[in-house]
């Protein structure tokens, strides 16, 4: 089973900043099957990011996804107040699925 | 456009079955572009993946819950259900049912979540 660890746990930051959220696969993992998503308190999680790097439909163009292999992250631009959230990384490989522990992304 | 809609008992005794049942709205099950699945969250944690399933009724599971799991698919319903046996207090958890994309191995639409407490 792949196992996903996101880095930090907590980021304080302050709007306006930006925000690189990490994700490290346990194994090599195929692009196509890395995705991230954001969860506010009360709400479902939303698809930000699928295949690694390609913006779900309606997702500003401050969220970005990048990596490859095992290493892979989300940035934020530029935070704007609606963005403060939790944020995980999901991976899809061998018929399983596994979600990383998450990134509370909080105001400083 | 495409809503999932969780629905099933919000209080359930220990030992006894966890039964939940999603509908779907603005797509076909039965199209066979999309498999279908379950997550749980329990309060104040992360994201468990609980399985999937496509129309044709192939199922797969998280190996942890695996012995006590069944989903099944109903296309004349438009509907995917979870069946959890032997349930603790462990189970205790916000359940969501969701739709696999087609382009790549995300989840795209969620159903809003049905919470599910285990308590006698």
């Known amino acids: 089973e792949v196992v996903l660890t996101q880095s930090p746990g907590t980021l304080s930051l302050s709007p306006g900043e930006r925000a690189t959220l990490s994700c490290r696969a346990s194994q090599t993992l195929s692009t196509r099957n890395l995705a991230w998503y954001q969860q506010k308190p009360g709400q479902a999680p939303r698809l930000l990011i699928y295949g690694a790097s390609s913006r779900a439909t309606g997702i500003p163009d401050r969220f970005s996804g990048s990596g490859s292999g095992t290493d892979f992250t989300l940035t934020i631009s530029r935070l704007e107040p609606e963005d403060f959230a939790v944020y995980y990384c999901q991976q899809y490989g061998s018929s399983l699925w596994t979600f990383g522990q998450g990134t509370k992304v909080e105001i400083k | 456009q495409v809503q999932l809609q969780e629905s099933g008992p919000g209080l359930v005794k220990p030992s006894q079955t966890l039964s939940l049942t999603c509908t779907v709205s603005?797509?076909?099950?039965?199209?066979?572009?999309?498999?279908w699945s379950w997550i749980r969250q329990p309060p104040g944690k992360g994201l468990e993946w609980i399985g999937y399933?496509?129309?044709?009724?192939?199922?797969y599971y998280n190996s942890s819950l695996k012995s006590r799991l069944a989903i099944s698919v109903d296309t004349s319903k438009n509907q995917f259900s979870l069946n959890l046996t032997s349930v603790t207090a462990a189970d205790t958890a916000m359940y969501y049912c969701?739709?696999?994309?087609?382009?790549?191995?995300?989840?795209?639409?969620w159903g809003q979540g049905t919470l599910v407490t285990v308590s006698s």
């Open positions: 399933i496509y129309y044709s009724g192939s199922a």
């Open positions: 603005g797509a076909s099950i039965s199209s066979g572009n999309h498999y």
């Open positions: 969701a739709r696999i994309s087609g382009r790549a191995a995300a989840l795209d639409y």
